[in-house]
């Protein structure tokens, strides 16, 4: 059964970081293209990073470019953004999901980030 589960969330500070891990129990976790997703409240999740099967070619959305790096360790099938420079507007719960999300979606991890 396909599992992703997200961590490392907390409460930080306006430009503060913060490093997020979502772990992945995924056949063939390399082969896949993955992308971290936050929904904010009252909001639709919307797309914040992706990053390659091979880590070798990234994407980011415009609000976060800049800020975030989003980066994979295929030998532990996990996806980390690191995310710097953090606003209150960052303030969501994170999740991470092939393009597209073709997984079950996991718990997220909750970011807050105050002011």
Known sequence: QV???????GLVQAGGSL???CEGSVVAFSSWLMGWYRQAPGKER????AISWSGGSTHYADAVKGRFTISRDNAKNTVYPQMNSLKPEDTAIYYCNT???VFPWGQGTQVTVSS
């Open 3 to 9: 599992q992703l589960v997200e961590s490392g969330g």
């Open 46 to 49: 919307e797309f914040v990073a």
């Open 99 to 101: 393009d597209g999300g």
């Open 19 to 21: 490093r997020l891990s």
